[in-house]
Protein backbone atom coordinates (compact mmCIF):
# COMPACT_ATOMS: atom_id res chain seq x y z
CA UNK A 1 0.00 0.00 0.00
CA UNK A 2 3.28 2.26 -0.18
CA UNK A 3 2.32 5.87 -0.11
CA UNK A 4 -1.39 5.16 -1.32
CA UNK A 5 -4.99 5.25 1.18
CA UNK A 6 -6.44 2.24 2.03
CA UNK A 7 -9.57 1.30 0.25
CA UNK A 8 -11.75 0.82 3.02
CA UNK A 9 -15.03 -1.33 2.56
CA UNK A 10 -18.24 -2.81 4.76
CA UNK A 11 -16.56 -6.35 4.44
CA UNK A 12 -12.65 -5.25 5.77
CA UNK A 13 -13.35 -2.13 8.18
CA UNK A 14 -13.43 -3.48 10.86
CA UNK A 15 -10.38 -5.56 11.09
CA UNK A 16 -8.33 -3.00 9.37
CA UNK A 17 -10.05 0.34 10.81
CA UNK A 18 -11.91 -0.40 14.15
CA UNK A 19 -9.08 -2.95 15.25
CA UNK A 20 -6.07 -1.64 14.34
CA UNK A 21 -3.53 -0.22 16.86
CA UNK A 22 -3.14 2.96 14.31
CA UNK A 23 -5.09 6.34 14.42
CA UNK A 24 -6.83 6.04 11.59
CA UNK A 25 -8.67 9.17 9.46
CA UNK A 26 -11.54 7.86 7.18
CA UNK A 27 -12.71 9.78 4.25
CA UNK A 28 -16.44 8.79 3.15
CA UNK A 29 -16.85 9.72 -0.21
CA UNK A 30 -18.62 8.90 -3.55
CA UNK A 31 -18.00 9.46 -7.50
CA UNK A 32 -20.56 12.23 -7.64
CA UNK A 33 -19.32 14.79 -4.87
CA UNK A 34 -17.62 17.25 -6.49
CA UNK A 35 -15.83 18.35 -3.02
CA UNK A 36 -15.17 14.75 -2.13
CA UNK A 37 -13.16 14.95 -5.73
CA UNK A 38 -11.64 18.37 -4.14
CA UNK A 39 -9.94 16.49 -1.20
CA UNK A 40 -9.00 13.78 -2.64
CA UNK A 41 -5.52 14.54 -3.71
CA UNK A 42 -5.21 15.84 -0.47
CA UNK A 43 -5.95 12.52 1.30
CA UNK A 44 -3.62 10.84 -1.33
CA UNK A 45 -0.52 13.18 0.38
CA UNK A 46 -1.79 12.69 3.56
CA UNK A 47 -1.06 8.71 2.97
CA UNK A 48 2.32 9.33 1.73
CA UNK A 49 2.81 11.97 4.77
CA UNK A 50 1.68 9.38 7.60
CA UNK A 51 2.21 5.87 6.25
CA UNK A 52 3.28 3.33 8.64
CA UNK A 53 1.94 6.34 11.44
CA UNK A 54 -1.85 6.53 10.71
CA UNK A 55 -4.04 4.69 8.68
CA UNK A 56 -5.16 6.89 5.69
CA UNK A 57 -8.53 5.70 3.94
CA UNK A 58 -11.56 6.23 1.93
CA UNK A 59 -14.64 4.54 2.11
CA UNK A 60 -16.93 5.03 -1.27
CA UNK A 61 -20.40 5.62 0.89
CA UNK A 62 -22.11 4.29 -2.41
CA UNK A 63 -20.45 1.06 -2.65
CA UNK A 64 -20.32 0.66 1.40
CA UNK A 65 -23.94 1.83 2.56
CA UNK A 66 -23.80 -0.21 5.64
CA UNK A 67 -20.44 1.35 7.47
CA UNK A 68 -21.58 4.99 6.15
CA UNK A 69 -25.34 4.19 8.17
CA UNK A 70 -23.60 2.66 11.28
CA UNK A 71 -21.56 5.79 11.40
CA UNK A 72 -24.63 8.22 10.79
CA UNK A 73 -22.76 9.64 7.68
CA UNK A 74 -25.47 11.92 5.88
CA UNK A 75 -23.01 14.73 4.10
CA UNK A 76 -20.21 13.66 2.20
CA UNK A 77 -17.11 14.28 2.22
CA UNK A 78 -16.74 13.30 5.97
CA UNK A 79 -13.65 12.81 7.95
CA UNK A 80 -13.82 10.38 10.50
CA UNK A 81 -10.95 9.91 13.35
CA UNK A 82 -10.66 6.75 14.92
CA UNK A 83 -8.35 5.70 17.98
CA UNK A 84 -8.60 2.68 19.66
CA UNK A 85 -11.79 1.25 17.43
CA UNK A 86 -13.72 4.87 19.16
CA UNK A 87 -14.33 7.23 16.80
CA UNK A 88 -12.58 10.45 18.63
CA UNK A 89 -13.20 13.37 16.20
CA UNK A 90 -14.97 14.74 12.82
CA UNK A 91 -14.26 16.88 10.21
CA UNK A 92 -17.66 17.62 7.60
CA UNK A 93 -16.64 19.20 4.08
CA UNK A 94 -13.07 20.52 2.73
CA UNK A 95 -10.81 21.57 5.05
CA UNK A 96 -6.72 22.40 3.90
CA UNK A 97 -4.49 19.64 4.46
CA UNK A 98 -2.50 21.13 7.55
CA UNK A 99 -5.42 21.76 9.35
CA UNK A 100 -6.24 17.80 8.53
CA UNK A 101 -2.99 16.98 9.48
CA UNK A 102 -3.07 18.81 13.05
CA UNK A 103 -6.13 16.98 13.89
CA UNK A 104 -4.22 14.00 13.05
CA UNK A 105 -1.20 14.75 14.92
CA UNK A 106 -2.68 15.38 18.16
CA UNK A 107 -4.13 11.84 18.52
CA UNK A 108 -0.77 10.19 17.27
CA UNK A 109 1.22 10.48 20.97
Same mark, same amino acid.
Given at each position: ?7 A???N ?5 V??D ?20 ? =??? $?????E %??? @???? #?? !? ?5 I ?6 R? =??? $?????? %??? @???? #?? !? ?15
Amino acid at each position: MSGKYFAATDQNFRTEIVESDKVALVDFWATWCGPCMMLGPV =IDE $LANDYE %GKA @VIAK #LN !VDENPGIAAKYGIRS =IPS $LLLFKN %GQV @VDQI #LG !VLPKNQISKKIDELIV
